[in-house]
């Protein structure tokens, strides 16, 4: 709970940045907490079923990656036919304006879905957790020190709350119950 907490102040210190009426500030604020935290569910639930079907059913976690891929391309596909980038892409093709830059997020993106199933795979869901909200963590200081901006009132209500998730689970990691015969 502490962690997906830490995870709810972050989002909404990145999204706080501005509205146009406290109303509507604090409509889109609840709206989104309740996707940020709609979103973690699933995410967590995508987590234990990942690592379970790479750790107890022993599937590839690279066959697992593109299977994952195949199907986010599919949902792709489906909502530009709706959307008006597909219909600028039915005018112009689907590489117009590209250039080899482009394909820099889409290698890093793969390599990073591979690392992501990789960690799941052999650390757990669970770590994969502490490593995100860490890292989110990690931006924030970094951006304080290139870029001097200071961390937001959330940022630092979470990060106590991230390192004491982080020091529960190490001092009381979860322990499968033997069965008995």
């Known amino acids: 709970m502490l962690l997906l907490t830490a995870a709810l102040l972050l989002t909404i210190g ?3 940045a501005g509205g146009s009426g406290v109303a509507d500030h604090e409509q889109s604020t609840s709206l989104g907490v309740i996707f940020v935290f709609a979103a973690s569910v699933l995410s967590g639930l ?9 750790q107890v059913r022993r599937r590839s976690s690279y066959l697992m990656t593109i299977e994952m891929s ?7 596909v489906i ?3 709706h959307s008006p980038d597909g219909e600028a892409i039915r005018q112009r093709g689907f590489f117009s304006g590209w250039t080899l830059q482009t394909l820099i997020p889409i ?3 793969a390599v990073g879905g591979i690392l992501v199933g990789l960690v ?3 650390a757990g869901g669970v770590r994969k957790g502490f ?3 860490s890292g989110l963590l990690v931006t924030a200081l970094l951006q304080f020190l290139f870029d001097g901006i200071p961390p937001s009132l959330h940022t630092l209500l979470a990060m106590p709350m991230v390192l004491s998730s982080i020091v529960i689970y190490q001092h009381y990691p ?8």
């Open 14 to 16: 990145e999204s706080s």
């Open 46 to 54: 995508a987590s234990t079923l990942c690592q379970w079907a790479v």
């Open 70 to 76: 195949a199907f986010g391309s599919f949902c792709l």
């Open 79 to 81: 909502s530009m036919m």
């Open 107 to 109: 290698f890093t993106n």
């Open 120 to 122: 799941t795979a052999y």
């Open 131 to 133: 490593v995100i909200v």
């Open 174 to 181: 979860y322990m499968a119950k033997r069965k008995l015969h």
